[in-house]
């Protein structure tokens, strides 16, 4: 499977970003998805997924009540809004698939990767 980001950009701190990522086959119907994010000098962190089945998802702490995870399962795509940002959200952004029937939020869950879009938040 190959996956796609897109919507990064630069904005400034309270604004809004929408995120979206779309899968060449059938994987987001079929698998979990998760949005991470990479910061410079730090590790990547999970963000947020969605599960195939039902769409529960689940949020790191750090941006629950400020993000959305959403998928559009017909048209392979999942999507990240972003609320009320801050300059700490400032990072490169990564949608993944997951494997197993469940949201994991560890990134050994997860074994395809898009090649990142970049977030900027000025202050």
């Known amino acids: 499977v190959r996956l796609v980001e897109s919507g990064g950009g630069l904005v400034q701190a309270g604004d809004s970003l929408r995120l979206s990522c779309k899968a060449s086959d059938r994987t987001v119907s079929n698998n979990p998805m998760g949005w991470f994010r990479q910061a410079p000098g730090k590790e990547r962190e999970f963000v947020a997924a969605?599960?195939?089945?039902?769409?529960?998802?689940t949020y790191s702490d750090s941006v629950k009540g400020r993000f959305t995870i959403s998928r559009d399962s017909a048209n392979n795509m999942i999507f990240l809004q972003m609320d009320s940002l801050k300059p700490e959200d400032t990072a490169v952004y990564y949608c993944?698939?997951?494997?197993?029937?469940?949201?994991?939020?560890?990134?050994?869950?997860?074994?395809?990767w898009g090649q990142g879009t970049q977030v900027t938040v000025s202050s």
């Open positions: 993944a698939r997951g494997r197993g029937g469940f949201i994991a939020t560890l990134r050994e869950y997860y074994d395809a």
């Open positions: 969605i599960n195939w089945r039902g769409g529960s998802t």
